[in-house]
């Protein structure tokens, strides 16, 4: 069982945690999600949570006090791995999904606002390990949509939470050989709709053939859509056929 604590003034924001894959996981007790609302540790009348940036500036900063009492609540004497999202953090990619999802226990701290005074986090790396994350290149209003994106890109690399496992090992961007590739097109029946044909290929029942047609379509939309991607694949996995491509 994996235990997902999740700090925030807005707990409202994860109701989506009830649904689907997440929502079904903690059903069955693979996963322990707790929502705490940070304000709860808030102890002036108007529970204030923030105040204004020393140096100036806009905005409002998340006050270090009530973040300390809160975590030094929520984790008592132990020692989950905490993130606190950022857009000023480490990249989140799938590797690094790979790895929360080895842990037993996360800790996430949504910042709202300018962001939380940054001595809490040179606090809690003295006895955590702590990152700040990153989910793109773009700023959200705060933290808890992006660890709704963590938590579930997380959630569904647990044993048991997809139905089928081989589907994680298939992914866009898996660590093995869909490193710094993303999936190619998909197709169900019916064999013809509008006029336009599934391929051949993946009618013929032929696995090697299919392998191979899944991995030339997985390049060229690599190329395509993440040059970037394909910049760093290795030419030493690329085989001969895929060289040509
Ligand atoms: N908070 C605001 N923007 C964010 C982003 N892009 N990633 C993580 N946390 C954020």
């Not at 945690?17 to 540790?41: F, P, Y």
């Not at 700040?132 to 992006?146: H, K, N, S, W």
């Not at 993946?202 to 859509?225: F, P, Q």
Request: aromatic share 6%; with cysteine.
């Amino acid at each position: 069982m994996t235990r997902i604590d999740i700090i925030s003034i807005f707990p409202e924001y994860f109701a989506p945690l009830d649904v689907s894959l997440i929502g079904k996981a903690r059903e069955r007790g693979t996963i322990d999600v707790r929502v705490h609302q940070l304000r709860d540790w808030a102890h002036d009348v108007h529970k204030t949570v923030d105040d204004t940036p020393y140096g100036g500036g806009p905005g409002m900063v998340m006050k270090p006090e009530v973040w300390g009492e809160a975590i030094d609540s929520v984790i008592g004497d132990g020692a989950p791995r905490m993130v606190v999202p950022t857009p000023s953090g480490r990249p989140f990619t799938q590797e690094l999904a790979q790895e929360l999802a080895g842990e037993p226990w996360l800790l996430f701290a949504c910042g709202r606002y300018e962001g939380i005074d940054t001595r809490v986090v040179e606090e809690y790396a003295g006895r955590l390990r702590v990152d700040e994350v990153c989910i793109g290149d773009y700023v959200l209003a705060g933290g808890e949509v992006a660890v709704l994106v963590m938590v579930e890109a997380v959630g569904r690399l647990l044993p048991g939470v997809l139905g089928n496992a081989q589907s994680a090992v298939d992914d866009s961007f898996a660590p093995g050989s869909m490193r710094n590739l993303v999936e190619g097109p998909v197709y169900t029946k019916p064999p013809v709709w509008r006029g336009r044909e599934v391929p051949d290929v993946l009618l013929s029942g032929h696995h090697g053939k299919i392998a191979r047609w899944r991995r030339d379509e997985a390049l060229r939309r690599t190329v395509r859509n993440r040059p970037e991607l394909a910049a760093e694949l290795d030419p030493e996995t690329l085989d001969k056929h895929d060289r040509k491509l």
